[in-house]
T-cell receptor, first 113, second 115 residues
Framework: EPEVTQTPSHQVTQMGQEVILRCVPISNHLYFYWYRQILGQKVEFLVSFYNNEISEKSEIFDDQFSVERPDGSNFTLKIRSTKLEDSAMYFC???????????FGQGTRLTVV | AQSVTQLGSHVSVSEGALVLLRCNYSSSVPPYLFWYVQYPNQGLQLLLKYTSAATLVKGINGFEAEFKKSETSFHLTKPSAHMSDAAEYFCAVTLRGNQGGKLIFGQGTELSVKP
């Protein structure tokens, strides 16, 4: 069964460092998303991406964040200069069309020290 | 703005008992509604979705949910709990015509099942 895969499963980084979280969406999907879940809090939307551009982004998704689809299969989230409060589980998701089921990856746990 | 409220961060039931997880939404336009489940160390898996067809929606693993517009609710039920149902459950909403397709999640309900 097709699935969304994320790497790494866990990343520890020092404050101020850049991190890139990687995702491989399901191959025929057209919409891509990043969400995050800070420990003990709800899952929060970060950004959606369609047709090689951002469709929508939340207030969380500031200039420190960027997304890219560098080739036909990967979808990445970059945090330029990590802060302690960026520590969270980051989920990638994809869907075949708008407002259809979003398939989620298993997440990357980012720990900023 | 749309929002989702899940009543009860923790629910505990006995094996074989009814499962009822509550979800209320706030939306200015008709929404699409979803329930996702998260097992330990795994991603979010769709249980079921409401997209304006039948108001009673059946999902995987014996779960179902009923959309009640008058109550702005989308509660999740299962007649008989199984030990394998222990997980975190998230209710989510998205707006029709939302160009970004983002999901707004509730805070989650952790379901425990006692033998």
């Amino acid at each position: 069964e097709p699935e969304v895969t994320q790497t790494p499963s866990h990343q520890v980084t020092q404050m101020g460092q850049e991190v890139i979280l990687r995702c491989v969406p399901i191959s025929n999907h057209l919409y891509f998303y990043w969400y995050r879940q800070i420990l003990g809090q709800k899952v929060e939307f970060l950004v959606s991406f369609y047709n090689n551009e951002i469709s929508e982004k939340s207030e969380i998704f500031d200039d420190q964040f960027s997304v890219e689809r560098p080739d036909g299969s990967n979808f990445t989230l970059k945090i330029r200069s990590t802060k302690l409060e960026d520590s969270a589980m980051y989920f990638c998701a994809s869907s075949v069309a708008l407002n259809t089921e979003a398939f989620f990856g298993q997440g990357t746990r980012l720990t900023v020290v | 703005a749309q929002s989702v409220t899940q009543l009860g961060s923790h629910v505990s039931v006995s094996e074989g008992a009814l499962v009822l997880l509550r979800c209320n939404y706030s939306s200015s336009v008709p929404p699409y509604l979803f329930w996702y489940v998260q097992y330990p160390n795994q991603g979010l898996q769709l249980l079921l979705k409401y997209t304006s067809a039948a108001t009673l929606v059946k999902g995987i693993n014996g779960f179902e949910a009923e959309f009640k517009k008058s109550e702005t609710s989308f509660h999740l039920t299962k007649p008989s709990a199984h030990m394998s149902d222990a997980a975190e459950y998230f209710c989510a909403v998205t707006l029709r015509g939302n160009q970004g397709g983002k999901l707004i999640f509730g805070q989650g309900t952790e379901l425990s099942v006692k033998p």
